[in-house]
């Protein structure tokens, strides 16, 4: 059963009644307000009282100089360091009598002053319970005086008193082995000391739970865990009772603290969301909408260079929103065109940007040749001192330090080696790149496939060169070092380094040959396929002009039979008019228009006449596209001639008709 306590507040220090910086009486320490010590003797300097406490007699000036009853402290303004203690025990700046700071280095955030050692909050009369200490600072407890029972510490060589894990946001506490007959005004008076009480729930047992305003008191009360506890001056056994104080696990302080982490959570959100708001970049203006005025602004920013990307976007936008209709097509074509016409410019600007990024290739290709050279140098200026001539005038640690300083600069000549042969491998497959990229396509002409083929055949020979004089290199480094046998280890590592990297040379034009090989075989294949290709084209040409020499005599056959009968019935009939002449001229014309008729009959939706004339001219270079759309005007029963498109995408196409022109003629 909880009572509430929040009205009642229970405070360890009692306010002063006088101003202790113009009063010069002594300092009291009154109990008015509710002593919290019991009534004892004023100390004397006699037997029975040292048998009693045993404690060590104090000399007749400490006696003189303070005394301690029930009701009052005394202490002489003349000691500077007691004044200056309890001053700063109770937050106050120590002031002497005229006004002076007797301590200069007074810290009013800490409360402490340095040099003073601080007032035992365990003494008689403050009835103050001292804040959770440090683990490694040994905690000294004291006698604790209470209005109605006495608290006695225990054996200080005991262990500490075992508790358990402490719960999240914990207020509330366990208090167990409290004498029998203990009270609610009893608990109350001894924790009160330790902080604001809310509730106190006693059970018949010798325990209670009580509930803290703070959580940091909840320390206060484990500070009384051990304390044996005796009710006045009776030693009957169930006024006594050793408190053992724990940590308790309750509902309301788990709700509390689980409210307070949601309220924390919400704060930690709210603020990494106004830090994002505040790191987010502003957002791009908004893009207008379209306008005659809008337009004429935005053409001149595409002609712009410098106004280009953003008066492209805004281009964007209004086509994507569906700005266009047939009454401004006109100007976003125009727009669209003078965006067309910035890619000359961004091509020239990259070329020059290439430009400028192969000169310092080339430069830096050409620093670093120069500093291999140099090394070389070094190199073989350590050559020359490592011979036999200038080795032995050097003494010891100088031969240790020309030994380190030749690998040294070998082992960097070697890898700037590698670094400049790998540049001009690389710019030398480029080359061989772009040899392959400018070589045309040789499916249709014969002529660039042989061409094709000769540059691969000399490339293949230059590199059988170089590989020759890759070996010739390796066979004569391999005589020198047969002939001329090296004194030193380090020359045998040299020229085994040499002849690895010589040898490594060599498997990689090895390698490259036997690619050229493959791709040569493949150009071959190729080749032979585009001339098969070719034959085959010949023949399907050869079959096409018999077939149309076919159905000109069948026609001419078929002229002649008619010519034969109407001139048999003009005779009979007497004289008619003349036959209109025949649009078909030469046997050139009438070999088109049977091609022509193939080629659009399997375009049953027609061509235009630069289609008609690109297929013709794979045939017959020499054919014109006036000749051709000349021919076909001719023939208005055989082609016909139709509109398609709308606006800028008009076109004009060709039909073939002939199936319904026969049907009319």
């Keep these: 059963m909880y009572k509430d306590y929040r009205s009642r507040r229970v405070t360890g220090l009692n306010a002063l009644p006088f101003d202790p910086a113009s009063n010069n009486d002594p300092l009291h320490f009154s109990s008015s307000g509710g002593p919290l010590v019991t009534e004892c003797p004023p100390l004397e300097n006699t037997a029975d009282n040292t048998k009693k406490r045993k404690r060590a007699s104090l000399p007749p000036e400490g006696i003189c100089n303070m005394t301690m009853d029930s009701n009052s402290m005394t202490m002489p303004m003349s000691d500077p360091n007691a004044?200056?203690?309890?001053?700063?025990?109770?937050?106050?700046?120590?002031?002497?009598?005229?006004?002076?700071?007797?301590?200069?280095?007074?810290?009013?955030?800490?409360?402490?002053?340095?040099?003073?050692?601080?007032?035992?909050?365990?003494?008689?009369?403050?009835?103050?319970v001292p804040a959770p200490l440090s683990q490694d600072v040994p905690v000294i407890k004291e006698i604790i005086h209470c209005k109605s029972c006495t608290l006695f510490p225990p054996n200080p060589n005991l262990p500490p008193p075992a508790t358990r894990d402490r719960p999240p946001g914990c207020k509330t506490v366990f208090v167990g082995g409290l004498p029998e007959n203990a009270t609610e005004q009893l608990i109350m008076e001894v924790f009160g000391q330790c902080g604001d009480i809310t509730a106190i729930r006693k059970s018949k047992k010798n325990f209670c739970h009580i509930r803290f305003a703070e959580e940091f008191t909840v320390d206060k009360a484990l500070f009384?865990?051990?304390?044996?506890?005796?009710?006045?001056?009776?030693?009957?056994?169930?006024?006594?009772?050793?408190?053992?104080?724990?940590?308790?696990?309750?509902?309301?302080d788990l709700y509390e603290w689980e409210c307070r982490q949601r309220m924390l959570a919400r704060e930690e959100r709210h603020r990494r969301k106004m830090e994002e708001d505040r790191l987010r970049p502003p957002s791009p203006p908004p893009i207008v909408h379209y306008s005659e005025h809008e337009c004429s602004q935005l053409g001149d920013k595409i002609k712009d260079d410098g106004k280009f990307a953003e008066a492209v976007r805004v281009l964007l936008t209004w086509l994507e929103r569906g700005e266009v209709n047939r009454r401004n097509a006109n100007n976003f074509y125009s727009m669209i065109q003078s965006s067309n016409g910035h890619i000359?410019?961004?091509?020239?600007?990259?070329?020059?940007?290439?430009?400028?990024?192969?000169?310092?290739?080339?430069?830096?290709?050409?620093?670093?040749?120069?500093?291999?050279?140099?090394f070389e140098q070094i190199v073989s200026v350590f050559q020359a001192a490592s011979k036999q001539k200038a080795w032995?005038?050097?003494?010891?640690?100088?031969?240790?330090?020309?030994?380190?300083?030749?690998?040294?600069?070998?082992?960097?000549?070697?890898?700037?080696?590698?670094?400049?042969?790998?540049?001009?491998?690389?710019?030398e497959m480029e080359m061989s790149d772009d040899d392959m990229e400018d070589v045309p396509d040789s499916k249709d002409s014969e002529d660039s496939g042989v061409s094709q083929a000769e540059a691969l055949k000399e490339e293949n020979d230059s590199l059988r060169c170089q590989l020759d004089a890759y070996r010739n290199e390796v066979e004569l480094l391999k005589q020198?070092?047969?002939?001329?046998?090296?004194?030193r280890s380090e020359e045998d590592n040299t020229h085994s380094q040499q002849l690895s990297f010589l040898q490594q040379a060599l498997q990689g034009?090895?390698?490259?040959?036997?690619?050229?090989?493959?791709?040569?075989?493949?150009?071959?294949?190729?080749?032979?396929?585009?001339?098969?290709?070719?034959?085959?084209?010949?023949?399907?040409?050869?079959?096409?002009?018999?077939?149309?020499?076919?159905?000109?005599?069948?026609?001419?056959?078929?002229?002649?039979?008619?010519?034969?009968?109407?001139?048999?019935?003009?005779?009979?009939?007497?004289?008619?008019?003349?036959?209109?002449?025949?649009?078909?001229?030469s046997e050139r014309e009438a070999l088109l228009v049977g091609i022509i008729s193939t080629f659009l009959h399997v375009h049953p939706f027609g061509a235009s006449i630069e289609y008609i004339c690109s297929y013709l001219q794979r045939l017959d270079t020499k054919i014109n596209p006036s000749e051709v759309e000349a021919?076909?005007?001719?023939?208005?029963?055989?082609?016909?001639?139709e509109l398609t498109g709308v606006g800028a995408s008009l076109e004009k196409r060709w039909n073939f008709c002939g199936f319904q022109g026969i049907k009319s003629t």
């Design 224 to 252: 009384l865990s051990g304390y044996r506890v005796r009710l006045g001056s009776s030693t009957d056994k169930k006024d006594t009772g050793r408190l053992h104080v724990d940590f308790a696990q309750a509902r309301d």
């Design 83 to 128: 004044w200056a203690t309890a001053m700063n025990n109770l937050g106050m700046p120590p002031i002497g009598i005229t006004g002076q700071q007797l301590m200069p280095d007074f810290d009013p955030n800490l409360g402490m002053m340095a040099g003073i050692t601080p007032l035992n909050p365990m003494m008689p009369g403050l009835g103050m």
């Design 509 to 585: 034009m090895q390698k490259q040959l036997l690619k050229m090989r493959e791709e040569l075989k493949q150009r071959e294949a190729e080749l032979e396929k585009s001339l098969e290709d070719k034959q085959q084209l010949k023949n399907q040409v050869q079959n096409l002009k018999e077939g149309l020499q076919n159905l000109q005599n069948t026609h001419a056959m078929q002229e002649a039979t008619a010519s034969t009968v109407v001139s048999c019935s003009q005779e009979k009939e007497g004289p008619t008019e003349k036959n209109p002449p025949s649009p078909i001229q």
């Design 480 to 487: 020198e070092q047969g002939k001329n046998q090296p004194i």
């Design 392 to 427: 032995d005038h050097f003494s010891k640690a100088q031969r240790k330090n020309l030994d380190m300083w030749r690998k040294q600069a070998e082992e960097i000549r070697n890898m700037h080696s590698e670094q400049l042969m790998g540049i001009r491998r690389e710019e």
């Design 344 to 374: 000359r410019r961004l091509t020239g600007e990259k070329s020059q940007h290439e430009k400028e990024m192969e000169e310092a290739k080339d430069k830096f290709k050409t620093a670093l040749a120069g500093i291999v050279a140099q």
């Design 631 to 641: 021919l076909l005007s001719r023939l208005p029963c055989t082609f016909r001639q």
